[in-house]
């Protein structure tokens, strides 16, 4: 049972335009959401989290969207940047739990 | 200092061999993690220390053993693993012992198993 669900695994954006990765969760006690962007060869960077009394944060060029009707949570990245090409994962949890469940990624590429 | 660290980067071992994946961090965080990551898929959690105790362990076989010493510092002991334990073996720490919290990632370790 995948509770937490990225459904587009790849994305090809034009530099300069904007990035929205999306996710979807299904445990409705999930109330801390995480984006982390991963290079080949390295660990997750942790990007930007949005607790579900928020509905936006905003972190520079990234900004988290939670709707916590639909169960969905997107990132936007403007002005997208070739250095922003990685996997980005999205990941949920819930206060108390200590655990991260995280989707299966979306591999993002920014073109010249 | 705000990073994780992890060595080695890369390690091969047999089927009979016994290794240890070392992590470190010091940034005063009390809690830490190990997680496995095979190729295309999500980071999957394998154990989690809380103030230096074992606090969460996701049915790991038993050829996996954590330690963690001290505040700063967690092992994983390898023994009698089996080729489909070649993964990518991530150590992570967050600065909250008891609530979920941002949690930073070291560069891993490539564990290959012949």
């Known amino acids: 049972d995948q509770q937490v669900k990225q459904n587009s695994p790849s994305l090809s954006v034009q530099e300069g335009r904007i990035s929205i990765l999306n996710c979807d969760y299904t445990?409705?006690?999930?109330?801390?959401f995480l984006w982390y962007k991963k290079y080949p060869a390295e660990g997750p960077t942790f990007l930007i989290s949005?607790?579900?009394?928020?509905d936006k944060n905003e972190d520079g060029r990234f900004t988290v969207f939670l709707n916590k009707s639909a169960k969905h949570l997107s990132l936007h990245i403007v002005p997208s940047q070739p250095g922003d090409s990685a996997v980005y994962f999205c990941a949920a949890s819930f206060q108390g739990a200590q655990k991260l469940v995280f989707g299966q990624g979306t591999r993002l590429t920014i073109n010249p | 200092d705000t990073e994780v660290t992890q060595t080695p980067k890369h390690l091969v071992m047999g089927m009979t061999n016994k290794k240890s994946l070392k992590c470190e961090q010091h940034m005063g965080h009390r809690a830490m993690y190990w997680y496995k990551q095979k190729a295309k898929k999500p980071p999957e959690l394998m154990f989690v220390?809380?103030?230096?105790?074992?606090?969460i362990n996701e049915s790991v076989p038993s050829r996996f053993s954590p330690e963690c010493p001290n505040s700063s510092l967690l092992n994983l002991h390898l023994h009698a693993l089996q080729p489909e334990d070649s993964a990518l073996y991530l150590c992570?720490?967050?600065?909250?012992?008891?609530?979920?919290?941002?949690?930073?990632f070291g560069p891993g370790t490539r564990l290959t198993v012949t």
């Open positions: 949005i607790s579900s009394i928020k």
């Open positions: 220390y809380s103030y230096e105790k074992l606090s």
């Open positions: 445990n409705s006690m999930f109330d801390y």
């Open positions: 992570a720490s967050s600065q909250s012992g008891t609530e979920v919290d941002e949690q930073y």
